[in-house]
């Protein structure tokens, strides 16, 4: 081991698919140990039984700081100690996980970040200390609670990519170089405002839609609205529904059956 430059080690650890094969080079000596640790931590799954790994990244800031993406979809009370220790951590998703106020006192800087929390003064304080997020997916309704303040232009000003219901599209698309909007249905929305579109900074490019918001507007509106329109995606329950595109656009059937 000693003969392979550390570089050439890590390239091969790229390689390494098993777990246990990681955790066997962790035995070998400190600098296998190093290197191979940053491979087996490097992307978390706590879902069932993987939840165990909080409670180890809570109590080891020289594991948790590893971490590059971590998928947590249930509470666990050192979630919040494990996440103040990622220092590292870029992308980020949390459901069934509490509230936002298990964010509070976090250092990380995000690029991507899906979550399930409600709109709180908590949830406000994290996005705007993270102006490097470029992606994300909210699949709450935005409900403004009493004495909040909604989000300025100011947060999330490197904002491209946005995949949520229709009450946080006026909330997060205005002032920001959105181009890629995918809109969950929600019961709440029979139909919403299309003119929040063109108050993003960038055009947008790609926009993945219910059926039901789509039909019946005219390909007229839709061509002024989406002028730079390269990917349109519409999910249809073919079952119950006829179905009519346009001509003008690129159209990607994502049939629901």
Request: proline content about 5%.
């Given at each position: 081991?000693?003969?392979?430059?550390?570089?050439?080690?890590?390239?091969?650890?790229?390689?390494?698919?098993?777990?246990?094969?990681?955790?066997?080079?962790?035995?070998?000596?400190?600098?296998?140990?190093?290197?191979?640790?940053?491979?087996?931590?490097?992307?978390?799954?706590?879902?069932?039984?993987?939840?165990?790994?909080?409670?180890?990244?809570?109590?080891?800031?020289?594991?948790?700081?590893?971490?590059?993406?971590?998928?947590?979809?249930?509470?666990?009370?050192?979630?919040c100690s494990a996440l103040q220790n990622m220092s590292s951590l870029r992308r980020l998703w949390l459901t069934s996980a509490g509230d936002a106020s298990i964010l509070d006192g976090c250092t990380f800087k995000l690029d991507s970040f899906v979550s399930d929390f409600p709109y709180s003064e908590s949830l406000r304080k994290f996005l705007y200390s993270q102006p490097s997020l470029t992606k994300v997916e909210s699949f709450v309704t935005f409900e403004l609670s009493s004495g909040s303040s909604p989000f300025e232009e100011t947060c999330l000003p490197n904002l491209t990519q946005?995949?949520?219901?229709?009450?946080?599209?006026?909330?997060?698309?205005?002032?920001?170089?959105?181009?890629?909007?995918?809109?969950?249905?929600?019961?709440?929305?029979?139909?919403?405002?299309?003119?929040?579109f063109t108050l993003s900074t960038a055009p947008i490019q790609k926009l993945r839609i219910p059926y039901t918001y789509l039909y019946p507007k005219s390909e007229t509106l839709l061509a002024c609205l989406f002028p730079s329109l390269v990917l349109l995606s519409v999910n249809i329950d073919i079952r119950n529904r006829s179905v009519r595109t346009t001509s003008i656009i690129f159209v990607y059937l994502a049939c629901e059956f």
């Open positions: 081991m000693s003969s392979i430059p550390v570089d050439v080690f890590r390239t091969i650890l790229e390689h390494v698919r098993e777990l246990a094969d990681l955790v066997a080079l962790c035995q070998v000596n400190k600098t296998c140990c190093s290197c191979s640790q940053d491979v087996l931590y490097r992307d978390i799954w706590a879902i069932g039984d993987g939840i165990r790994v909080i409670q180890t990244l809570a109590h080891s800031t020289d594991l948790a700081r590893r971490v590059r993406s971590l998928h947590a979809h249930q509470f666990d009370p050192e979630l946005v995949m949520t219901n229709p009450s946080w599209l006026p909330i997060l698309i205005p002032g920001r170089p959105v181009g890629e909007v995918t809109i969950q249905e929600s019961i709440h929305f029979v139909d919403f405002d299309f003119s929040f």
